[in-house]
């Protein structure tokens, strides 16, 4: 199996910044897509970006984009997820996902393993 530890979560200001790290240990032997999910309480939960094997193609969801980037370092089995200009409503437990194989789904049941979550509040 692979597991998945989130960390970088915290307080923020609107307007500023975070970044999320997502370790990936075990069996990480095959090439595997990387995704951000966020859930906020009473909402469901919603892909924030994604990022394949290789980097070559990446997802970001309307409301984020321009303002999060999804990049990865393989050698280190992780995936980071910068957040810039954050706003209260990126208020929300974020959370890590990991599936096997090239594709690059948006959907949170594609996905097979996902770490604990990190919460991130952003005041006003």
């Known amino acids: 199996q692979v597991q998945l530890v989130e960390s970088g979560g915290g307080l923020a200001q609107a307007g500023g910044s975070l970044r999320l790290s997502c370790a990936a240990s075990g069996h990480t032997f095959r090439s595997y897509a990387m995704a951000w999910f966020r859930q906020a309480p009473g909402k469901e939960r919603e892909c924030v970006a994604a990022?394949?094997?290789?980097?070559?193609?990446?997802y970001y969801r309307d409301s984020v984009k321009g303002r999060f980037t999804i990049f990865r370092d393989n050698a280190k089995n992780t995936a980071y997820l910068q957040m810039n200009s954050l706003k209260p409503e990126d208020t929300a437990v974020y959370y890590c996902a990991v599936r096997y194989g090239v594709n690059l789904p948006m959907t949170a049941y594609e996905y097979t393993y996902w770490g604990q979550g990190t919460q991130v509040t952003v005041s006003s």
């Open positions: 990022i394949s094997w290789t980097g070559a193609s990446t």
